[in-house]
């Protein structure tokens, strides 16, 4: 996933830098471009969605292990609250690259729209 989020967001660059190679002799249909990009928003907008309920989880089950452990003092639970460290961090890493991808989507929605005529500007 990693690496479709970061070659999408590439393309999607190359397209609206105008001195790009991928640029030079076409003429864009940027109605068609918007619907599609639209589209891959609304994929990894769920993917982040997805991503964040699953973190969540395992974040709660973490936090309930070291309650578990704090108050019942049972070693038997530290390889347990180690393996939910061990899940936790790239989902956080990777709930980190969606929310960042899907907001730079969002600028590089606004950015064909403007391309169409103007239409939003920080």
């Known amino acids: 996933m990693k690496q ?3 070659a999408y967001l590439k393309y999607i660059d190359e397209i ?3 001195n790009s190679e991928i640029n030079k002799g076409v003429e864009r249909d940027w109605d068609k471009e ?7 928003i609304a994929f990894f ?3 982040r969605l997805v ?7 395992v974040a709660i089950c973490t936090v309930m292990c070291i309650l578990t452990f704090i108050i019942k003092s049972e ?3 530290l390889p347990l609250i180690v393996l939910f460290f061990v899940l936790l961090v790239p989902y956080i890493m990777h709930y980190y690259l969606l929310e960042n991808s899907v907001q730079r989507m969002y600028e590089q929605y606004d950015a064909m729209k403007n391309k169409q005529g103007k239409y939003f500007e920080k």
């Open 4 to 6: 479709r989020i970061l």
């Open 16 to 18: 609206l830098d105008e």
């Open 34 to 40: 918007i619907e599609s990009h639209l589209t891959q």
């Open 45 to 47: 907008a769920h993917e």
């Open 51 to 57: 991503h964040l309920i699953v973190m969540c989880l």
């Open 75 to 77: 070693i038997m639970l």
